[in-house]
Nanobody, 125 residues
């Protein structure tokens, strides 16, 4: 069993910053990738960013240059540094983890094995 616990969400003004953290416990060895998705009210879940154990990074276009994903493999933790936040970034942010090292489509939800409970990020204008 794996648990993913997100933290770091909150309310921030437009232009501000937040740092999300996701700590994985349980079966975490040899995980292939970790990532972040988000879901805004009334909208479908959206891929945000992902990082493989070897350090390959993936971002959705709308966050490139503003968000940075990083991982501490020793701590089984992934971070999402979010700068220059916009009201359209408001959403619940979910952490996720994948083990399979085969062909990988980071933006597809069905590529991942476990999900966290989510943390709310609200950006006021």
């Amino acid at each position: 069993q794996v648990q993913l616990v997100e933290s770091g969400g909150g309310l921030v003004q437009a232009g501000g910053s937040l740092r999300l953290s996701c700590a994985a416990s349980g079966r975490t060895f040899s995980s292939y990738a970790m990532g972040w998705f988000r879901q805004a009210p009334g909208k479908e879940s959206e891929f945000v960013a992902a990082i493989t154990r070897s350090g390959t990074l993936f971002y959705t276009e709308s966050v490139k240059g503003r968000f940075t994903i990083a991982a501490d493999n020793a701590k089984n933790t992934v971070y999402l540094q979010m700068n220059s936040l916009k009201p359209e970034d408001t959403a619940v942010y979910y952490c996720t983890i994948r083990w399979d090292s085969g062909t990988y489509y980071p933006a597809r939800q069905d590529e991942y094995n476990y999900w966290g409970q989510g943390t709310q990020v609200t950006v006021s204008s």
